[in-house]
């Protein structure tokens, strides 16, 4: 594997350790050129359903995109990163007990809203804010009465 930070191909694996939930290994490699280590996650391939746009586009799905959305709204928040990859692989586990080969973005934004008001209500208020595209300050306030009960 090349090393991220000075692109040489001989790396040494130094430390492995198998995720709580057993569906990933997690590995910390050293590179032999620059000594910097660096860490990698190994998880098997599997195949996600495409995620169908409100306007009918019909997208690969992008952990990436996922993770990065719920960083967004967990910005300055107190939650830790394990607890949002863990959130994260939540929602795959979902994604696939789903066994659909398509599935509508607006079911993937409920199962980031559900993950998000478990892990932090702020997040949840925030991600909701710009997910359910308020029309009024009434609607948002319903929002946010919900969260606090």
């Not at 910390?28 to 009918?56: L, M």
């Not at 990436?64 to 949002?84: C, I």
Request: hydrophobic share 35%.
């Amino acid at each position: 594997m090349k090393c991220p930070f000075c692109s040489h191909s001989e790396t040494q694996v130094v430390e492995t350790r198998i995720s709580e939930d057993g569906d990933s290994i997690r590995r910390r490699r050293q590179c032999a050129s620059c000594q910097k280590r660096f860490t990698t996650y190994e998880r098997p391939d599997v195949a996600f359903p495409a995620i169908v746009k409100k306007d009918g586009r019909r997208i690969e799905y992008e952990r990436a995109k996922l993770l990065a959305s719920m960083t967004l709204a967990l910005r300055k928040r107190p939650v830790s990163t394990e607890q949002v990859d863990g959130a994260v692989e939540r929602i795959e586990e979902k994604l696939l007990m789903q066994g659909v080969r398509e599935l509508p973005s607006a079911r993937l934004g409920e199962l980031v809203m559900r993950e998000l008001k478990k892990l932090d209500k702020v997040a949840y208020v925030r991600f909701a804010s710009v997910y359910r595209s308020f029309e009024d300050i009434d609607e948002f306030k319903t929002l946010v009465d919900e969260v606090r009960r």
